[in-house]
């Protein structure tokens, strides 16, 4: 994310990398969609939900498209390097050597397809990674390449506030009743206010607040230092994952089909749409981290139809996980964490399954905030950089590590309002990175590619979306979207 050119890594087949892409869309987005879908009501929300799939799936090959013009650059910057280097090296030339060269240069001013059939590559083969900071680079002056890393870093930040107040949330709910803490001893229509008791003379927020402040300790230091996500670490959380979506949808269809289903949600409540955008949009993110995902896959001939395909997949896995929970509990009580309405004894009796469902999001959480911070610290070195230049000791270890930490804990601090921290990230910084710069990437990288290679040059890659159309689409889309956004939430306080 620091936007440079990394290494591919190692090689996977392409429906690996459907489940991996899959992994990487499917997180923490989809526990809180269950009460979004509940408080818009289930038809709004499905066909909102279908719509900012299609969406996310178009900027998707926004991306893709975009990522093999920045490989073409490259690919032909290095040769044109070596034909230099070749030409350097040769003091003296035979007739046969200029008639060569002669060739070369006639063949570099051709269009690019016709030195593609005489045997070289193709131009636009994804083989290196380029990262969307490189890209915004190579594509965007200096203005556009400022405001792409502020919007990273903002929803950065608000991915960190997120899960810097989901992990406290958890183990205060978990932990945490009227009547002591025996989970079992909460009733199902119980209602918890901040101010009820916890321990003794605590409080619920304070037992909150204690929670922040461990998981601050525990895992703050290491915006500090480096930090690698494992191969293992990665297989272990997407278990655990899959373990709890299928345990908590098997629990509810069980209980749907025993009768004991409470849910009647509306038709549509549209006081529940902003929320709702938000959830879905940041629920859809995936392309920034694109370039990791699609570069190391070995055959990317069918590319496009595998994407399509894992679209397909994550919408029928959020309709199913939404709708039997709606129809499961009440709108009413579903909670913003959705595992956390698995933590009553009356929906599981097994203490153990109610536990690792209620403490689900705190295991995977924890191993992902530290690699977010490194990253969104990352990006704020890269936004201040300049060539040539070092940062001191100070700024380099301290101050950057602590502009990162503090300002999520703050938030998580004021608030665990997880429905509305989700719904704000994914409506304003979700929007600009699913939508905007996508749209930007591959309009400038379709002019940038025609100036340099010529009109008769084909992107292999090219999306099935190329009329200018719909980048006009995806641009009016996102700032109805912003401005619908901002007016409701004016709305909505001016109301209070």
Known sequence: MAGEITETGELYSSYVGLVYMFNLIVGTGALTMPKAFATAGWLVSLILLVFLGFMS??????????????????????????????????????????????????????????????????????????????????????????????????????????????????LMQVTCSTTGNDSCGVEADTKYNDTD????????????????????LLLGPFTFFDVQKTKYLQILTSLMRWIAFAVMIVLALV???????????????????????????YSFMCQHSLPSLVTPVSSKRHLTRLVFLDYVLILAFYGLLSFTAIFCFRGDSLMDMYTLN???????????????????????ISTNFPIIAVTLRNNWKTLFHREGGTYPWVVDRVVFPTITLVPPVLVAFCTHDLESLVGITGAYAGTGIQYVIPAFLVYHCRRDTQLAFGCGVSNKHRSPFRHTFWVGFVLLWAFSCFIFVTANIVLSETQL
């Not at 605590?202 to 461990?214: G, K, N, S």
């Not at 209980?255 to 949009?281: K, M, T, W």
């Open 57 to 170: 799936f178009v900027t998707t090959t926004f991306v893709i498209e975009a990522m093999a013009a920045a490989n073409a650059q490259l690919r032909w910057k290095r040769m044109e390097n070596h034909k230099e280097e070749e030409d350097d090296d040769s003091s003296t030339a035979s007739d046969s050597d200029v008639l060569i060269r002669d060739n070369y240069e006639r063949a570099e001013k051709r269009p690019i397809l016709s030195v593609q059939r005489r045997g070289s590559p193709n131009l636009f083969e994804i083989t290196d990674r380029v990262e969307m900071g490189q890209m915004a680079s190579m594509f965007f002056n200096k203005v556009g390449v400022n405001l792409f890393y502020f919007c990273i870093i903002v929803y950065l930040y608000g991915d960190l506030a997120i899960y810097a107040a989901a992990v406290p949330f958890s």
């Open 197 to 216: 008791r916890c321990w003794g003379p605590l409080r619920r927020v304070d037992a909150y607040h204690i929670y922040l402040a461990i998981f601050t």
């Open 255 to 281: 209980r749907i089909g025993h009768g004991q289903g409470e849910g009647h949600p509306p038709l549509a409540d549209f006081s529940g749409v902003r929320n709702l955008f938000g959830v879905c949009v």
């Open 342 to 364: 698995f933590a009553r004894c009356d929906v599981v009796g097994l203490a153990a399954v109610r536990f690792f469902l209620g403490l689900f999001p705190v295991f995977t």
